[in-house]
C-alpha cells in the first residue's frame, strides 16, 4: 500500500474514532461584527465547553460559553481582510488545542490545589496563540513546526502536564543541544529565536518570572553566502532575460534597483505603486510598512503596466492580475522560475563556447547583493566611510547603521586597494 497511504488509512481511523465521540466542545468560531463586518465592534473568537459542575436532567454536562479570545487584534488590525487573517489563526490554534485534550476547567488552572500555576502544555498552548496571531503567513509554518517538535519533545520527558515552572534554562539547553548534533548550528538558533519569543510571552503575561532562553548563548554559524555577479555576467545575463523572459526581467530589476527581498516583491499590489510620486509602499522583513522610490529607471519600464484594479499583484505568471495563493508559493515560483532560467542560460553559454557556469550560489538575492555593493564602490569614490554608508542606508532601507555596516561586511562590499608596495622586502 505504501507508507503515505498507511498514515492516511491510520489517521482517518483516529479522527473517525474521535467523531464518534461526544465532543465536550463546540468549535470555535468568529464573531465579525455581524453581517456587515462591523469595524467598530469588538471581534473574537468564541466556543463553548463542558463545564465540570454542572448537569442537564439527563446528568450530561452543560455546555458553557467560555472567554472569549481578543488576542489585542481589534486594537492592532483594523482592516476587515486583516482581522479575519489573524482571528482566523487564532481560530485554527484553538481548535487543535481542544482536539488534543485542552481544558479551560483543568488545563489553564489547577483548581484541585491551591496553586494558580499553568502546566506547561497549557502554558506553552497559550503563548503559541498569543504569538502566531501577529505573525506573517510566511513565518508561521516554520515558527508552529518547531513549536510542535519541542512540545513533543516535553512529552517524550513526560514534562507537558507539570507546573510551566519546572522548565528551566537547562531543559531548554538540553534540548538546543540535541537540535545542534541532529542537524546544524543554524537550525538551533533559529529554534532559540522561537522558543525565547514564546517565554517572553509568559513573561510579559506574569505566568513564569523571567525568559530564561534568552540568556541562552547562541552557537557560532557560517553565514549563508549569496554570489554577488560580476558585471560582465550581469549584462550578458540581462540582454538574455530581456530576450527570453522580460517578465522575470522585471521581477529581479525590482530586487537590484529598488533593492526588495523577492518575497517583498511579491507581496506588491497596483494599489501599492505611486506612478505621481514615484514611490512604493510594501511590508519589509520585521516591519509593518515602509516606503521606497521608484528610480526612473524602474518608473520608465512600469509606466505601461494596467494599474486599473488595485487589488491586482503587480508580479504574476503572466504579469499584473489576481493570484489566489500564499505568498511563499508566489516567492517559490519565481525562485523555480529564475533556476529553470539559469539552466538554459548555462546551456546557451556552453553552446557559445564559454566555459561559464552559474551554480546554486546565484540567486535572485544575489542581485541585491551585487547592486548595492555596485553602489557602495560608487559612493566611496566620493565620500568617506560613514558618509556613505549614511547615503546608502536612505536606498537600502536597512533600519540601523550596525546592521548596514554588518551587512556590507557578510557581501564583502569594501576591499582593501593593491597593498604589494606594503610586501616589498627591503633587502
Known amino acids: ?28 468560531k468568529i464573531y465579525h461584527g455581524g453581517k456587515n463586518f462591523d469595524l467598530s465592534k469588538r471581534w473574537y473568537v468564541y466556543y463553548s465547553f463542558a463545564s465540570p459542575d454542572l448537569k442537564d436532567k439527563h446528568g450530561n454536562p452543560v455546555m458553557v460559553r467560555q472567554s472569549p479570545a481578543y488576542m489585542s487584534i481589534n486594537k492592532n488590525y483594523h482592516t476587515k481582510a486583516e482581522r479575519l487573517h489573524h482571528l482566523g489563526v487564532v481560530k485554527e490554534v484553538l481548535h487543535e488545542m481542544l482536539k488534543e485534550g485542552y481544558s479551560p476547567y483543568r488545563d489553564k488552572f489547577d483548581f484541585n490545589s491551591e496553586s494558580t ?18 505573525l506573517s503567513e510566511t513565518s508561521i509554518p516554520d515558527y508552529r513546526s518547531r513549536f510542535n517538535r519541542f512540545k513533543k519533545y516535553l512529552g517524550t520527558k513526560n514534562l507537558l502536564k507539570k507546573s510551566i515552572l519546572s522548565i528551566s534554562k537547562q531543559t531548554v539547553n538540553e534540548y538546543l543541544n540535541e537540535i545542534t ?29 523571567k525568559n530564561f532562553v534568552e540568556g541562552i548563548k547562541v552557537s557560532d554559524t557560517n553565514s549563508i553566502r549569496y554570489q ?32 526588495l527581498r523577492p518575497i517583498e516583491v511579491c507581496r506588491l499590489k497596483v494599489k501599492d505603486v505611486s506612478l505621481t510620486h514615484k514611490q512604493i509602499y510594501f511590508k519589509a522583513k520585521n516591519k509593518t510598512l515602509k516606503t521606497k522610490i521608484i528610480p526612473d529607471i524602474v518608473i520608465k519600464e512600469i ?31 519565481f525562485t523555480d522560475r529564475f533556476k529553470k532560467l539559469k539552466g538554459k542560460y548555462n546551456k546557451y ?31 566611496r569614490k566620493e565620500y568617506a566611510y560613514t558618509e ?24 564583502d562590499a569594501e576591499l582593501p586597494e593593491d597593498y604589494s608596495g606594503l610586501l616589498t622586502l627591503d633587502i
Not at 506547561?120 to 501577529?134: Q, R, T
Not at 529565536?193 to 505566568?207: A, D, G, K, R, T
Not at 530581456?242 to 533593492?259: A, G, H, Q, W
Request: charged share 25%.
Open 117 to 134: 500555576e499553568y502546566t506547561v502544555e497549557a502554558a506553552l498552548n497559550y503563548a503559541y496563540s498569543l504569538k502566531v496571531a501577529g
Open 303 to 333: 509606466k505601461h503596466l494596467d494599474f486599473s484594479i488595485h487589488d491586482n499583484f503587480l508580479f504574476t505568471p503572466n504579469g499584473v492580475g489576481p493570484w489566489d495563493t500564499k505568498e511563499t508559493y508566489r516567492r517559490g515560483y
Open 1 to 28: 500500500m505504501g507508507f503515505f497511504y498507511e498514515k492516511l488509512l491510520a489517521e482517518y481511523a483516529t479522527e473517525y474514532k474521535i467523531g464518534l465521540k461526544k465532543k465536550n466542545y463546540t468549535e470555535p
Open 228 to 259: 554577488t555577479y560580476p558585471l560582465e555576467v550581469l549584462e550578458g545575463l540581462f540582454a538574455y532575460m530581456k530576450e527570453n523572459d522580460p517578465l522575470l526581467l522585471l521581477f529581479i530589476k525590482f530586487v537590484s534597483y529598488n533593492f
Open 388 to 411: 556613505t554608508c549614511d547615503r546608502l542606508m536612505l536606498i537600502t532601507g536597512h533600519s540601523t547603521l550596525d546592521a548596514l555596516k554588518s551587512y556590507l561586511k557578510d557581501i
Open 349 to 379: 553559454l556552453i553552446d557559445k563556447g564559454e566555459t561559464l557556469q552559474l551554480g546554486g550560489e546565484y540567486t535572485i538575492y544575489s542581485f541585491r547583493h551585487t547592486f548595492i555593493t555596485l553602489l557602495f564602490r560608487k559612493f
Open 181 to 209: 548534533k541532529a542537524s546544524s548550528a543554524r537550525n538551533r538558533n533559529n529554534t532559540r529565536i522561537v522558543l525565547s519569543s514564546l517565554f517572553s510571552e509568559l513573561e510579559h503575561n506574569e505566568i513564569i518570572p
